[in-house]
């Protein structure tokens, strides 16, 4: 893809040190508007930190984020209210409000945050839930929903906040693996409709055919970060493919 000259979310030397250990070190990165910026590597590579210090839930030591080049200020609580607004984050674990049906799960923080009617915030909820193929599971709590229907009704909460950026912490790694297909369907369908997005996943197949561009972690740093061809086709000598091999080869033997 034509890159646009200017990022619509820039993060710069990025450090954290958590329980003794330096989880990040000074990493950066560009997201451009429609992009899909697949994170791989190794568990404990630092993945889901780097995700949820781009997201201030963990603050980081060190580092600085631009949102269409304005610095985000973490220490103004307006700011940084604001910021997440526009910053969707979609967890491993659903984060769903268990005494909340599907439709109000997704129309809570319309009424909440954006001071929405009740029925404009039900409306748009219907309509994001029908978006991720779940308009006939409004009135379902998530103890009635899969672990797939969990994550999608996750994506529609999110989506209904209408905002510039995704960040995905492994949505798929919670779910039986009858039940991945469906989630990556509709990730799929927001990259095809232009979301812009960072995606932390284990999912290889999935990243040689959709991400813009794929950053290997490990140790806490990025060491590698290309195009899926560049990186993992294979002919390519890098600690990608070797990475995504060794997966594939995981996934064969059934474990």
């Known amino acids: 893809m034509t890159k646009p000259k200017k990022p619509i979310l820039r993060v710069e030397n990025i450090c954290k040190i958590l329980g003794g250990k330096e989880i990040l070190k000074s990493v950066s990165l560009s997201l451009y508007k429609g992009e899909l910026k697949v994170l791989i590597g190794p568990s404990g590579a630092g993945k889901s930190t780097l995700l949820q210090c781009i997201n201030f839930l963990i603050p980081p030591d060190k580092g600085r984020v631009w949102l269409e080049e304005t610095e985000i200020q973490s220490h103004k609580k307006r700011e940084l209210y604001t910021f997440r607004q526009q910053v969707g984050m979609i967890f491993q674990d659903f984060n769903l409000f268990d005494h909340l049906n599907a439709l109000e799960n997704v129309a809570i923080a319309l009424r909440k945050v954006k001071k929405m009617s009740r029925q404009a915030a039900r409306d748009c909820a219907v309509a994001e839930l029908e978006r991720v193929g779940l308009g006939d599971k409004t009135t379902l709590y998530p103890a009635e929903l899969s672990g797939g229907q969990k994550q ?35 990730i799929r369908n927001l990259a ?63 474990v």
């Open 192 to 254: 095809q409709g232009g979301m812009t997005m960072i995606l932390a996943t284990h999912q290889i197949g999935f990243t040689r055919s959709l991400a813009d561009e794929v950053l290997f972690m490990e140790n806490g740093s990025i060491i590698e970060q290309g195009t899926p061809e560049d990186l993992l086709s294979p002919d390519a000598c890098t600690r990608s493919r070797d990475f995504c091999s060794r997966l594939n080869e995981l996934y064969e033997e059934g």
């Open 152 to 186: 999608r009704v996750s994506i529609a909460r999110a989506l209904a906040m209408e905002p510039k950026i995704m960040l995905l912490d492994e949505p798929t790694s919670a779910l039986d693996p009858e039940l991945i297909g469906e989630v990556l369907s509709v």
